[in-house]
């Protein structure tokens, strides 16, 4: 009979306690994301507003349809957006109609970026960019709407964190002795019953 105890591979133990203390920088990271673009979001969202017809003048050049009510509907979900994602309430709600109105402005304000990213060619400015996908890539990425585009996928998939109000009322809406049971292990190959 083998009484002899194997070890933990030390690589192993060693990435799995560095996986753990990254960990914990997740929610750090997230507040801080929240309250930069959140402010962000917010200022542009009240930028929109607080000068209206300019910005109706600019959705008319991008051909945007009924660019008063865009504007209005569009820095009002700025605005709002920044201060919920801002305060970690209902982020993964919110969420959703920034990343629609982000993909509205691509397709208005930054068509040709698009154009030239999928078909190749020149679209975009000469003086700017080269022709092909990569500077369309560039241009995409350099757009104003970029970040606030990321930032509404980062809140739709990890949430707020824990630094949050949703995290608060989810302790408080749903105490541990309410949550649901741990899943059954799947064992492969089986059929389920």
Same mark, same amino acid.
């Given at each position: 009979?083998?009484? &002899?105890?194997?070890?933990?591979?030390?690589? +192993?133990?060693?990435?799995?306690?560095?996986?753990?203390?990254?960990?914990?920088?997740?929610?750090?990271?997230?507040?801080?994301?929240?309250? =930069?673009?959140?402010?962000?979001?917010?200022?542009?969202?009240?930028?929109?507003?607080?000068?209206?017809?300019?910005?109706?003048? =600019?959705?008319?050049?991008?051909?945007?349809?009924?660019?008063?009510?865009?504007?209005?509907?569009?820095?009002? &979900?700025?605005?709002?957006?920044?201060?919920?994602?801002?305060?970690?309430?209902?982020?993964? %709600? +919110?969420?959703?109609?920034?990343?629609?109105?982000?993909?509205?402005?691509?397709? &208005?304000?930054?068509?040709?970026?698009?154009?030239? %990213?999928?078909?190749?060619?020149?679209?975009?400015?000469?003086?700017?960019?080269?022709?092909?996908?990569?500077?369309?890539?560039?241009?995409? +990425?350099?757009? *104003?709407?970029?970040?606030?585009?990321? &930032?509404?996928?980062?809140?739709? =998939?990890?949430?707020? @964190?824990?630094?949050?109000? *949703?995290?608060? +009322? =989810?302790?408080?809406?749903?105490?541990?002795?309410?949550?649901?049971?741990?899943?059954?292990?799947?064992?492969? @190959?089986?059929?389920?019953?």
């Amino acid at each position: 009979m083998n009484t &002899t105890i194997a070890r933990p591979n030390p690589l +192993i133990r060693c990435a799995l306690l560095y996986r753990r203390g990254v960990s914990y920088l997740r929610s750090a990271v997230l507040l801080v994301i929240r309250l =930069a673009w959140g402010w962000e979001l917010y200022l542009s969202g009240y930028r929109h507003l607080t000068h209206f017809q300019n910005t109706v003048d =600019a959705f008319k050049g991008w051909h945007v349809p009924m660019p008063a009510a865009s504007v209005a509907i569009s820095g009002t &979900t700025e605005m709002v957006g920044g201060l919920l994602i801002m305060a970690g309430l209902g982020a993964r %709600f +919110i969420s959703l109609p920034l990343f629609f109105n982000f993909c509205v402005a691509y397709a &208005t304000a930054s068509i040709d970026s698009l154009r030239q %990213f999928a078909f190749g060619g020149q679209y975009l400015p000469t003086r700017r960019y080269d022709a092909g996908r990569l500077s369309a890539l560039e241009a995409i +990425i350099n757009d *104003d709407a970029f970040p606030f585009l990321v &930032t509404s996928l980062l809140m739709l =998939a990890f949430g707020a @964190g824990k630094v949050s109000l *949703d995290h608060l +009322i =989810a302790k408080w809406w749903f105490p541990k002795s309410e949550e649901l049971p741990p899943r059954e292990p799947r064992v492969v @190959g089986s059929t389920p019953s």
